[in-house]
């Protein structure tokens, strides 16, 4: 029963002790450390004396205690003892028990200035959102490795790594000046990008590590609440939520993918769709459009649909891609934008813009050919779909796209039988 | 406060053999106005001859060679540095950032150690 309530206390209540922890010592390990110590404490003390009044509260309290006398302690070996942060009072402070150090809200929430430290430039890309996943968010790393398809060591090297960097450069342990503010952010939207774009295309697999999602809803609402003046930063939140919305939609009874204009409005989450509308026109009364809004504004137009017989917003869709072609012309867009093509101004026309783009893409870009073959197949073509399909399959998609390739292959190939 | 050594990689044939060129009055004096501009957070700093005045000292095992040239063939060469007062990585960067350079090149900024 404690365990149980120790362990969602630790999960849900981490990051904030630990972005406390580092803000007031300065120290990324220590700060670690000394939650892991406080946790420790806790199986035995909790079921001694019962669960305290506040846990997280307790969870900081003994913490901070770890933390100072660890810090004691390495100063005794660096025979310095003249710091003033270690003379204060609560060193020699006795064990206090449980009860004593219950006060309900004394945790400073500092997770902003952690997850800008986090994603600074200075930190290397890979690391930054495994990084953040594991001190902001709490999560272990056995289950980061997972979802980056990486190995334990290998990822705790990493971590490591970064960590160290972070000491040894002097990365302050601050929010960002105003002058490096948007670009600083920008790595931060990105890097959340980048760790829920890890979640989300592990949830249409075996879903092991789906629960991470949850966390990256919860740093995009951390993130919205502190930075609220910041539209992308609000169209993050959007598009989280409306990604989310759509998850029980997403695979079909044998695991396949299911495309979106296939997906059952019926069992997406009203809830989150509701959340992310909210989001989303916070985010639009900036008046500047920036590359997260266009993409919430993209499932904003999917998550509008109520029934599977109502017609898809091909319309709807291909607008949004001419607003941000205009923006940002960039391969990977017209190729997304391609789709609706397809199904607004006609199949031959989206043929002919991939042809257009097919030497900007590397051989082995698996949605080029993933878009070539469905459109192949549409056109009458299925001995060169087949070929695609082939081409895509073998570029190892993730199980459920997998799935639904070999399916589309399977069709085209026994239209190519009756011809 | 931290001591960052800022170390400045150019082409250095942009400034004319043995950087004699009309290209280092041209930096010269922008790293004047910058000197200024750097104030008490400037330690120290120098522009360096070109790498054909480099000697380079090799130690192996127990020998020790030395070598015509510098420690490492490069498209761009160390041409100069500053050891800078900065109290954190971000003010080092914003620093930095500001070192004219007359073309493209790259400033790295490394902490001393025991600087902290």
New interface residues.
């Given amino acids: 029963m404690t365990d149980g309530i120790l362990s969602r206390v630790a999960r849900e209540s981490s990051g904030r002790i630990v972005a406390a922890l580092a803000m007031r010592f300065r120290d990324l390990d220590l700060a670690e450390d000394a939650f892991a110590g406080a946790c420790e404490k806790a199986v035995t003390a909790w079921r001694l004396h019962g669960t305290p009044y506040d846990p997280p509260g307790w969870l900081y309290r003994v913490a901070e205690r770890r933390a100072l006398d660890a810090l004691r302690r390495r100063k005794v070996r660096e025979r310095s003892v003249s710091d003033p942060l270690l003379s204060g009072p609560q060193l020699f402070e006795p064990e206090a028990s449980p009860t004593i150090i219950d006060e309900a809200g004394l945790i400073p929430d500092e997770r902003l200035r952690l997850i800008f430290i986090c994603c600074?430039p200075?930190v290397s890309v890979e690391a930054r959102a495994a990084l953040t996943l594991r001190l902001v968010c709490g999560l272990s790393t056995s289950d980061i490795a997972k979802a980056f398809l990486l190995g334990e060591v290998t990822l705790t090297q990493r971590l490591v790594r970064a960590k160290r960097k972070i000491a040894?450069?002097?990365?302050?342990f601050?929010v960002?000046?105003p002058?490096?503010w948007p670009q600083r952010l920008d790595a931060v939207l990105s890097t959340l990008e980048v760790a829920y774009a890890k979640a989300h295309e592990d949830a249409a697999g075996a879903g092991a590590y789906a629960g991470y999602a949850i966390e990256i809803l919860e740093l995009t609402r951390v993130l919205a609440e502190l930075a609220p003046q910041e539209s992308e930063v609000l169209a993050l939140a959007a598009l989280v939520r409306y990604a989310e919305a759509r998850r029980p939609a997403r695979l079909d009874d044998y695991g396949a993918m299911v495309p979106l204009s296939e997906q059952d409005p019926a069992v997406w989450r009203p809830p989150l769709i509701s959340e992310a509308d909210s989001y989303f026109g916070r985010a639009s009364a900036f008046g500047k459009i920036g590359p997260r809004l266009f993409q919430a504004a993209l499932h904003r137009a999917w998550c509008k649909r109520k029934d599977l017989a109502e017609p898809p917003p091909w319309r709807d869709i291909l607008q949004i891609y001419d607003l941000l072609l205009s923006q940002r012309d960039d391969p990977v867009v017209r190729l997304n934008r391609a789709v609706p093509l397809a199904e607004v101004v006609g199949i031959s026309a989206a043929l002919e813009e991939l042809e257009s783009l097919e030497e900007q893409f590397p051989s082995n870009f698996l949605p080029y050919h993933a878009v070539r073959a469905d459109l192949l197949r549409r056109a009458g073509r299925p001995a060169d779909a087949g070929d695609a399909y082939d081409a895509a399959i073998a570029l190892d998609p993730a199980p459920a796209e997998r799935m639904w390739l070999k399916r589309r292959r399977q069709s085209v190939l026994s239209d190519v039988a009756k011809q | 406060v931290?001591q960052?050594m800022l170390l400045i990689y150019e082409d250095e044939r942009i400034y004319g053999p043995d950087k004699n060129g009309p290209g280092l009055e041209e930096i010269v004096a922008k790293h004047m106005v910058f000197n200024k501009e750097l104030g008490s957070a400037r330690i120290g700093g120098a522009g360096l001859k070109a790498t054909s005045s480099a000697t380079t000292i090799r130690k192996n095992k127990r020998a020790q060679t030395v070598h015509d040239g510098p420690f490492a063939e490069t498209r761009e060469q160390l041409g100069g540095y500053y050891l800078i007062d900065?109290?954190?990585?971000?003010?080092?960067?914003?620093i930095a950032k500001k070192v004219p350079m007359l073309r493209d090149g790259s400033v790295e900024?490394r902490?001393l150690l025991g600087g902290?």
């Fill in positions: 600074h200075a040894d450069a002097g990365v302050p601050e960002p000046r002058e490096d | 931290t960052y900065a109290p954190d990585l971000d003010a080092a960067i914003a900024i902490p902290l």
